[in-house]
């Protein structure tokens, strides 16, 4: 009988210089984060930019929020999908097509308004906070 090696041999200088540059990079990643937090995220910063700069610091220090927009983006391509995808079913069964498409909108569409609430309460209370601060 024959005895047949299949196995490859590995090449550890591929696999050491991605060992390397992975610890380099979370090195410089903390290193990074902690300068840039005490620097230029310190609270005494805060009404000293403008512009751009003005603009990521309230986006670093989450005063603005990026997920209502990216969810009410999401909801209008899965309002899409939902429409043009229930048109498989128009052929082979009517009711098929008809619950897909009012059904699978209506779900969608009242699993987002509870995303919407939420995220409105979240900005009454902050609102709230705000003026109470006052």
């Known amino acids: 009988m024959y005895y047949y090696d299949y196995t490859y041999p590995v090449n550890t200088n591929i696999s050491n210089s991605t060992l390397i540059w992975t610890i380099i990079s979370i090195v410089v990643a903390i290193i990074g984060g902690v300068s840039l937090y005490f620097s230029f995220l310190d609270k005494s910063n805060e009404n000293k930019y403008s512009g751009f700069t003005k603009k990521l610091y309230d986006f670093l220090n989450f005063k603005t929020l990026t997920i209502d927009s990216l969810m009410r983006m999401l909801y209008l391509i899965l309002t899409i999908a ?48 705000e003026k109470n601060k006052k």
């Open 82 to 129: 939902i429409t043009l995808l229930s048109f498989n079913f128009i052929k082979s069964a009517l009711w098929q097509f008809l619950l897909i498409l009012i059904g699978g909108n209506i779900i969608l569409r009242m699993g987002f308004e509870v995303y919407i609430l939420y995220f409105s309460i979240y900005k009454n209370i902050k609102e709230l906070n």
